[in-house]
């Protein structure tokens, strides 16, 4: 059975850091493409970042470009966002999504990386709040 768990979020003064971590059972992660989403309240679901089964592609959506990180450890069947340089905009439930992809290049080849319907399971998500 499919399993995916979101962790790390919090409540973080501006211009700090939180790391984020998306863990799987009942499948290898590292076979498949994988991305953060975040949806603040009101707002449309976002990509935030994506990375591919080859764990040296990675995307940044505008938002996350220069600020944030996402990485693989492929023991602990573990994807991380490191998050730095936290903005109160930054606020929302941040989700971990799975797409049944499994192209070296997804996320920088595919202009469908960010949409909802290439990601098959879903974490419950975690919430992240940026304030002082």
């Known amino acids: 059975q499919v399993h995916i768990v979101e962790s790390g979020g919090g409540l973080v003064q501006p211009g700090g850091s939180l790391r984020l971590s998306c863990s799987a059972s009942g499948f290898a992660l590292d076979l498949y493409a994988v991305s953060w989403f975040r949806q603040a309240p009101g707002k449309e679901r976002e990509g935030v970042s994506c990375i591919s089964s080859s764990d040296t592609n990675t995307y940044y959506g505008d938002s996350a470009k220069g600020r944030f990180t996402i990485s693989r450890d492929n023991a602990k069947n573990t994807v991380y966002l490191q998050m730095n340089s936290l903005k109160p905009e930054d606020s929302g439930a941040y989700y971990c999504?799975?797409?049944?992809?499994?192209?070296?290049?997804?996320?920088?080849?595919?202009?469908?990386?960010?949409?909802?319907?290439?990601?098959?399971?879903w974490g419950q998500g975690t919430q992240v709040t940026v304030s002082s």
């Open positions: 999504a799975v797409a049944p992809r499994r192209e070296y290049y997804f996320c920088s080849a595919y202009d469908s990386r960010f949409q909802t319907y290439e990601y098959e399971h």
